[in-house]
């Protein structure tokens, strides 16, 4: 039984974790214009993200624009695109395969050991997913850290963490904990030890 909530809570993380990944991907707050120096006060408030920069005014209104080549881009960027989306593939195929070995589902058959193992691997699958997103959060995040301390970079060209960074951050996180919790649900199976098979005596014993 408390294998079976362990399986259930680690599947719910792993699930938030998924979401928070899918939402932090698409947002554009990857970064955020620094208000530092001169910068202080200004009308627009520029954010990039992985697929388009935005400026958004102080009457509201937003404008946004898509990244028109690839190759333009810098090498940090593309890494974490690619990563991030094989981290969102790695993890749902991990919550498929983990949802066919909890002890809740009817999927995987009725062996118990078996069911186990297979949970234990979409355990594992979900922590691969999970250190790519950290391995792509981190790496832009160092990316941003180095050009704002760089001192040949321009005040107004300075960026800071946006929002969406710390969400694919928390989503890497639950998707960690959430696997780590699938893959310590494996039933480790008890060894009994062997003794010898007593037998009744026979009526030749008596004899």
């Known amino acids: 039984m408390a294998n079976k909530g362990l399986q259930i809570l680690g599947f719910a993380l792993s699930l938030l974790g998924l979401i928070g990944l899918i939402i932090g991907t698409i947002m554009p707050q990857w970064k955020m214009s620094a208000y530092v120096g001169d ?6 408030a520029m954010y990039e993200g992985l697929w388009m920069s935005c400026a958004f005014q102080s009457t509201g209104q937003i404008q946004c624009k898509v990244y028109d080549s690839i190759l333009q881009l810098n090498s940090a960027l ?3 695109r690619a990563l991030m989306i094989v981290s969102i593939i790695i993890t749902a195929a991990g919550l498929g395969v983990a949802c066919m070995g909890m002890k809740c589902t ?3 058959g009725d062996d118990k050991a078996k069911k186990s193992r297979i949970a234990m691997t979409g355990g594992i699958i979900l922590l691969v997913g999970s ?3 950290i391995i792509a959060c981190s790496w832009y995040a160092h990316d941003i850290i180095q050009a704002f301390y760089n001192p040949f970079t321009p005040v107004n060209t ?3 963490f946006g929002s969406a960074i710390f969400i694919a951050w928390a989503g890497a996180f639950l998707d960690l904990i959430g ?7 494996c039933q480790r199976d008890k060894s009994t ?9 026979s009526s030749k014993e008596y004899v």
Do not use: D, F
């Open 179 to 185: 696997g780590g919790m699938l893959a310590a649900s």
């Open 78 to 80: 593309q890494a974490t």
């Open 106 to 108: 009817n999927c995987g």
């Open 158 to 160: 300075k960026y800071e």
């Open 131 to 133: 250190l790519c997103a």
């Open 193 to 201: 030890p062997k003794y010898p098979i007593s037998r009744p005596p």
């Open 39 to 44: 910068n202080i006060i200004t009308a627009v």
